[in-house]
C-alpha cells in the first residue's frame, strides 16, 4: 500500500455532533473510509454550545486548554477538545474547538433560539479558520493537505498563502476546497473585510470580492491549490450553466484544470436496512416483507390506514427552494388525489412549514407531515416508503436518493447533479428509479403517476428494480481512492 497522507479536514458540521445537512454525514464516513485506508485523516470543527460533552465523550486536554489566538482583530481564548468517531473497524481524531465569544451560544449557523442566522457569523468563521491552521503548530502535527469544506472554512488557503507564508511551519501547506453546495457562499457586507487581517489584494475580483460584497467562498475557489465537488455532474453543470454557477462560472472555469468532481458515498454502517438499529424492522433484499412492517408501523403512528398495495411516498429534507418545495405545493392537489400516501419530514423556511402543516390538515389520513429534524424519523421514513421524492432544482450529490436505493425505496429524482450520477432510468436494464428532465410541475407529477402505475400494475417490474437499487454499491470504497489520488496530486508528493 502507499504510505498515506496526515490531512487536516475541516468541516462545520459532523454527524454525530452537529448536522444540518449531507456535509455532517460526509464529515464523519470519508475521514473514517481514507484512514481505514492508512491515511491520518484528522477533524477539526466548532464546539458548537448544544453539544453534550458527556455524551458525545468529548475530553479536555489540559496542555490544550486556554490558548490564545489574535481573530478578529482581538486576543481571544480557546481550547481543543479531543473526540473520536468511530466505525466497526475504524476511527477519525476529532478537534472541537471551544471559545466562548463565538461558539458559546446553542446552533450550528442559527441561533436555536431566535432561529435566526448569527448575526456575528462572519467573525464566527474567521476564528475557526484561523484557529484551525494555528492549532497545527501547537499540535505539533504537520498535514500534507488541509482539506477545506464549504465556505466556513474558505479563508483558510487565503490565510495559508498571505498572512502565514513567513511562517516555516505552515507556509508550504498544500490546500483542497471541497464545494458541498455552491449556493451558500458567505458573503458579507465588504466593511468587514478588515476583520479578516488578509492583506487588501485579497478584496479584489481575483480574491474574494464578488458583486460589491466579500465572499468566503469565492476567496477559497482563488486561492485553493486544488478544488472539488461532489459529483462529475455538478462540475460540469456549476461551470457551464448560469442557473447552476451562482455568479460564479467564471472563476470556476479560469480554474477548469484544478475542479473535479468526486461522488460521495455512504457509510452502510448507519444507513442499511441490515444493520439498522433506528427501524423496527431490520431486513435484506430477501426480506421485502419486513420492510412493510415498517411500512405499517409508521402508517400507523401516523393513523393512517395501512394496506400493502397503497404506495406510501417519502421526503426528508431541508425545507429550501432548492430542493423543489415550489413543485411540490404546485402539484400536491392533483397528488392528492391518487390512491397514496405521504409522509414529509423537514426542517426549514417559514413559508414552506407553513403551506405543509395547512395542507396536512386539509389531506387528513393521506398526508403526514413532521416539521423539524429527527434523525431517528429519517432511517424510519427510508425504511416504510415504496418511493422517495427529490424534485430538486439543482443536487451537488445527495445522499437520500443513494440511502433510498439501499432501502427499497425507488427513487424519483430530477435528472440533475448526483442525482443524475447516481439513479438510472428505470426503462434501462440497469434501471433503479424515475428521473425527469425540465424544473417543471406537469413534468414531476407525470413521472410519479408512471412510478403508481408501475407499482400497482405491473409488480414484477417494480421488484426487479427495488432489488437492483438495493443490491448497488455506493460505499466509499471507490471514491475514498479518488480522494487519495486528489491528495497526491495536491501535496504535489509520493
Ligand atoms: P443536503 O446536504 O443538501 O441537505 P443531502 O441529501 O446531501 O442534502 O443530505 C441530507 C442529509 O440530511 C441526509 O442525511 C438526510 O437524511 C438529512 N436530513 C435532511 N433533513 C432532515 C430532517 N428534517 N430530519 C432528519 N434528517 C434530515
Not at 502565514?164 to 449556493?183: C, G, V
Amino acid at each position: 500500500m502507499a504510505k498515506g497522507f496526515n490531512v487536516l479536514f475541516v468541516t462545520s458540521e459532523v454527524f454525530p455532533y452537529s448536522k444540518t445537512g449531507g456535509l455532517a454525514d460526509i464529515s464523519n464516513s470519508l475521514p473514517q473510509a481514507l484512514n481505514s485506508l492508512g491515511n491520518d485523516v484528522r477533524i477539526v470543527t466548532p464546539k458548537y454550545g448544544q453539544l453534550d460533552e458527556r455524551k458525545l465523550q468529548i475530553h479536555e486536554i489540559k496542555r490544550l486548554k486556554d490558548l490564545k489566538i489574535n481573530a478578529n482583530g482581538k486576543e481571544t481564548k480557546f481550547s481543543i477538545k479531543s473526540s473520536f468517531i468511530h466505525g466497526k473497524n475504524t476511527k477519525a481524531q476529532m478537534y472541537l474547538l471551544e471559545n466562548q465569544d463565538y461558539f458559546k451560544n446553542k446552533g450550528i449557523y442559527q441561533n436555536s433560539k431566535t432561529k435566526k442566522d448569527f448575526p456575528n457569523n462572519d467573525e464566527r468563521y474567521i476564528f475557526f479558520c484561523k484557529a484551525a491552521i494555528e492549532i497545527l503548530e501547537i499540535l505539533q502535527w504537520k498535514p500534507d493537505v488541509i482539506h477545506c469544506n464549504d465556505w466556513q472554512t474558505g479563508l483558510i488557503p487565503a490565510f495559508i498563502k498571505t498572512v502565514y507564508n513567513n511562517n516555516d511551519y505552515l507556509k508550504n501547506i498544500k490546500t483542497l476546497f471541497t464545494i458541498h453546495n455552491l449556493a451558500y457562499q458567505g458573503n458579507f457586507p465588504k466593511s468587514m473585510f478588515a476583520k479578516t487581517g488578509l492583506p487588501e489584494s485579497v478584496l479584489t475580483d481575483k480574491g474574494g470580492l464578488h458583486f460589491g460584497q466579500f465572499s468566503f467562498l469565492k476567496t477559497a475557489l482563488n486561492f485553493a491549490d486544488k478544488i472539488s465537488t461532489v459529483s462529475e455532474k455538478y462540475s460540469e453543470e456549476i461551470r457551464s450553466d448560469k442557473d447552476f454557477g451562482c455568479g460564479l462560472e467564471d472563476v470556476l472555469n479560469a480554474r477548469k484544470k484544478d475542479l473535479t468532481g468526486i461522488l460521495n458515498g455512504i457509510d452502510y454502517s448507519i444507513w442499511n436496512p441490515v444493520v439498522d438499529k433506528l427501524i423496527p424492522y431490520r431486513y435484506t433484499y430477501q426480506e421485502i416483507p419486513l420492510k412493510y412492517e415498517n411500512k405499517r408501523e409508521l402508517l400507523e403512528k401516523y393513523k393512517m390506514i395501512y394496506d400493502e398495495e397503497i404506495p406510501l411516498l417519502g421526503i426528508i429534507s431541508r425545507l429550501v427552494d432548492q430542493k423543489g418545495f415550489d413543485l411540490i405545493e404546485k402539484i400536491l392537489p392533483q397528488l392528492m388525489k391518487e390512491d397514496i400516501k405521504l409522509i414529509i419530514l423537514g426542517d426549514g423556511e417559514e413559508k414552506y412549514q407553513k403551506f405543509l402543516k395547512k395542507a396536512e390538515k386539509k389531506y387528513k389520513n393521506k398526508l403526514a407531515v413532521e416539521i423539524g429534524f429527527d434523525e431517528t424519523l429519517a432511517h424510519q421514513i427510508e425504511a416504510a416508503s415504496d418511493m422517495f421524492l427529490m424534485p430538486s432544482k439543482y443536487e451537488p450529490c445527495g445522499l437520500n436518493q443513494m440511502y433510498s436505493l439501499r432501502y427499497g425505496t425507488v427513487p424519483i429524482v430530477r435528472n440533475t447533479g448526483g442525482l443524475a450520477d447516481t439513479i438510472v432510468d428505470y426503462r434501462k436494464p440497469n434501471g433503479n428509479g424515475f428521473l425527469f428532465n425540465k424544473y417543471d410541475s406537469d413534468e414531476l407529477l407525470k413521472i410519479i403517476q408512471t412510478a403508481l402505475n408501475m407499482f400497482k400494475n405491473d409488480k414484477a417490474k417494480w421488484n426487479k428494480l427495488l432489488r437492483q437499487g438495493m443490491s448497488l454499491d455506493f460505499s466509499w470504497k471507490v471514491s475514498a481512492k479518488k480522494y487519495m489520488k486528489l491528495y497526491k496530486t495536491v501535496s504535489g508528493s509520493k
